[in-house]
């Protein structure tokens, strides 16, 4: 089992930005999906964005326009570049790896948190 590593969390004010990051702790083989999910308190863990190897990517509602995923595919590497943030982004983010073809897998990272102050 292998752990992803978040990095980018912390507190900001409501209307600023952060920029999370996710990689694997050592190399494995390249993922076919890499997504970010958040999780607040009492909640159940939701999709915020997701990108495929191709570039294609899928957002949920209350994040589009202001969340931008995007990946480096030669470092494994995904990012969540967070703008005009609001108190209901407060929520632990989790990246997500999943490779459906050849050597499956599916991981996840501890999560960090983000807290957006009004």
């Known amino acids: 089992q292998v752990h992803l590593v978040e990095s980018g969390g912390g507190w900001v004010q409501a209307g600023g930005s952060l920029r999370l990051s996710c990689a694997p702790p050592?190399?494995?083989?390249?993922?076919?999906?890499m997504g970010w999910y958040r999780q607040a308190p009492g909640t159940q863990r939701e999709l915020v964005a997701s990108?495929?190897?191709?570039?294609?990517?899928n957002y949920a509602d209350s994040v589009k326009g202001r969340f931008t995923i995007s990946r480096d595919n030669a470092k494994n590497t995904v990012y969540l570049q967070m703008n005009s943030l609001t108190p209901e982004d407060t929520a632990v983010y989790y990246c997500?790896?999943?490779?459906?073809?050849?050597?499956?897998?599916?991981?996840w990272g501890q999560g960090t948190q983000v807290t957006v102050s009004s």
């Open positions: 990108i495929t190897t191709s570039g294609s990517t």
């Open positions: 050592r190399s494995i083989f390249s993922a076919d999906k």
């Open positions: 997500n790896y999943k490779r459906i073809f050849g050597v499956t897998y599916d991981y």
